[in-house]
């Protein structure tokens, strides 16, 4: 169970198709752990439909109401969840980008007890990655540049706002201090949804940057 949820606003991003790629792979993930925000997008599905066919009701010659039904329906993460055919350790949409195993991913640490993999950048810039936290392991005090969405997979960790577990989706603003510290009790393995970095920042940063190439 969640305690730690996307807002609406995001929830009906996601249930009208607009979110981005990234946003839409976090939030799927939450709803993989929480039945109350899956019931949320199960219920502005129905909103979203309803407004969509009001809107091109007098146009709609095409077969596009028909691809939004098609697309409800065939919504994974809001049919209900069935049993898998073997364990399957990760949510099904996050094991699909790890490919094969989380050893064979390409790791980078930042800071002590933390270890990072990029998954994916989409098509907005914005940046998901798996973050591994050693059992037991305190990260060192950091701030967050702009704000970032955590989504616990599997274990939990706390810092200094509360603790958390699988399914929490967490806004870290850009003022937020923190040093979380993995449960004892396993490994904690997390998503993080950031910004690709700017690449140049300081005072002229802005008469160079127009000229970057992306
Ligand atoms: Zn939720």
């Given at each position: 169970m969640s305690n730690w949820h996307p807002t609406n606003d995001q929830l009906l991003e996601f249930a009208s198709g607009t979110g981005s790629s990234a946003m839409s792979i976090a939030i799927s993930t939450h709803l993989h752990f929480c039945q109350a925000c899956r019931h949320q997008v199960h219920d502005n599905e129905s909103m979203a439909a309803v407004l969509f066919e009001e809107q091109t009701r007098?146009?709609?010659?095409?077969d596009g109401f028909d691809r939004l039904m098609s697309r409800i329906q065939n919504e994974p993460t809001v049919s209900a969840p069935k049993a898998p055919k073997a364990p399957s350790r990760f949510p099904p949409v996050i094991e699909k980008l790890i490919h094969?195993?989380?050893?064979?991913l390409d790791w980078r640490s930042p800071m002590k007890n933390l270890r990072v993999s990029q998954l994916l950048k989409d098509e907005t810039g914005l940046i998901l990655g798996l973050h591994h936290m050693k059992s037991g392991g305190r990260v060192p005090h950091h701030t967050h540049r702009g704000n970032e969405i955590s989504v616990v997979i599997e274990g939990g960790f706390s810092d200094e706002m509360g603790s958390y577990g699988p399914g929490d989706f967490i806004h870290l603003a850009g003022e937020h201090f923190h040093s979380p510290q993995a449960d004892a009790d396993g490994d904690c393995w997390l998503l993080s949804l950031v910004e690709a970095p700017v690449k140049l920042t300081g005072p002229l940063g802005w008469l160079v940057n127009p000229f970057l190439k992306p």
């Open positions: 007098a146009d709609l010659a095409g094969k195993d989380t050893e064979s």
